[in-house]
């Protein structure tokens, strides 16, 4: 049980805000799960956290009810919430959905290709300049997809495809310092779907974004290395 690594939150940060309890502890708690160690299972309860956050029992139920409808928990009753290992089937299914998800959404961005084509390429600009900051390289990365998902026009998908990054973020947090191997790996793949969506070629487009999704499969299945050696994981970027 990792109770005792819940950082407290300042009861300052929970008040004066335009949002109400249960929102402000549904966004401190799944930040909290998403930070979590993927091989390990943690057991949060419900005292816990409302000591953590300074909040009562009624918004950190809630707050959890909306978390295990994400997938990202499962409540035990009277109890509390159980946070699963991220298993090896587990990364699969996602990169499965996203390949689905992109699949369509960039071979859609390549028939308008005029239209996302400059977003697309200030993005790969904006990455290179943060190939040293891998906590905003991969919000970068992020913002990439989410821009290609978006102009599909579909909001479902869109609102379907933010869960995805959430269950993935959790997959590849732990070894957030990206290596720079990866990080080139990543530019490459990005500019190439981003020359297909500019020359308005969907079917190359979908090739390219496959590619993409396979290599980050394959990153985020890699076995952990060791730390201590001073080998690199995977970033999960992508």
Same mark, same amino acid.
């Not at 819940?6 to 401190?28: C, F, H, N």
């Not at 109890?79 to 499965?96: C, L, R, S, W, Y």
């Not at 990005?190 to 969907?202: K, M, Y």
């Not at 390219?208 to 299945?221: E, G, K, P, S, W």
């Given at each position: 049980?990792?109770?005792?690594?819940?950082?407290?939150?300042?009861?300052s940060?929970?008040?004066?805000?335009?949002?109400?309890a249960?929102?402000?502890?549904?966004?401190?708690?799944?930040?909290?799960?998403?930070?979590?160690?993927?091989?390990?299972?943690?057991?949060?309860?419900?005292?816990?956290?409302?000591?953590?956050?300074?909040?009562?029992?009624?918004?950190?139920?809630?707050?959890?009810?909306?978390?295990?409808?994400?997938?990202?928990?499962?409540?035990?009753?009277?109890?509390?919430?159980?946070?699963?290992?991220?298993?090896?089937?587990d990364?699969?299914?996602?990169?499965?959905?996203?390949?689905l998800?992109?699949?369509?959404?960039?071979?859609? =961005? /390549?028939?308008?290709?005029?239209? $996302? #084509?400059?977003? !697309?390429?200030? &993005?790969?600009?904006?990455?290179?300049?943060?190939?040293?900051?891998?906590?905003?390289?991969?919000?970068?990365?992020?913002?990439?997809?989410?821009?290609?998902?978006?102009?599909?026009?579909?909001?479902?998908?869109?609102?379907?495809?933010?869960?995805?990054?959430?269950?993935?973020?959790?997959?590849?947090?732990?070894?957030?310092?990206?290596?720079?191997?990866?990080?080139?790996?990543?530019?490459?793949?990005?500019?190439?779907?981003?020359?297909?969506?500019?020359?308005?070629?969907?079917?190359?487009? =979908? /090739?390219?974004?496959a590619?993409? $999704? #396979?290599?980050? !499969?394959?990153? &985020?299945?890699?076995?952990?290395?060791?730390?201590?050696?001073?080998?690199t994981?995977?970033?999960?970027?992508?």
């Amino acid at each position: 049980m990792l109770m005792t690594r819940i950082q407290p939150v300042s009861t300052s940060s929970l008040s004066g805000q335009s949002e109400g309890a249960q929102d402000v502890v549904y966004r401190w708690l799944k930040q909290h799960v998403l930070t979590l160690p993927r091989h390990e299972g943690v057991f949060l309860t419900e005292a816990a956290v409302c000591q953590a956050t300074g909040t009562s029992r009624t918004p950190v139920r809630e707050a959890m009810l909306r978390l295990e409808s994400d997938g990202l928990l499962q409540i035990v009753p009277k109890k509390g919430a159980f946070v699963p290992p991220i298993t090896e089937a587990d990364i699969e299914a996602v990169m499965q959905a996203r390949r689905l998800v992109e699949d369509w959404c960039v071979q859609q =961005a /390549a028939r308008s290709g005029d239209l $996302l #084509f400059p977003e !697309l390429e200030r &993005l790969v600009d904006q990455q290179k300049q943060l190939q040293q900051l891998p906590v905003a390289f991969i919000e970068c990365d992020r913002e990439f997809h989410r821009a290609i998902v978006r102009s599909a026009g579909n909001p479902i998908l869109s609102s379907f495809y933010e869960s995805l990054r959430d269950r993935q973020l959790r997959m590849g947090l732990q070894a957030i310092a990206a290596s720079e191997q990866r990080t080139r790996t990543v530019l490459g793949e990005h500019t190439a779907i981003v020359d297909a969506v500019r020359s308005g070629n969907p079917k190359g487009a =979908a /090739a390219a974004m496959a590619a993409h $999704l #396979f290599n980050t !499969l394959v990153a &985020l299945q890699r076995p952990n290395m060791g730390w201590g050696s001073g080998a690199t994981e995977p970033d999960g970027s992508g």
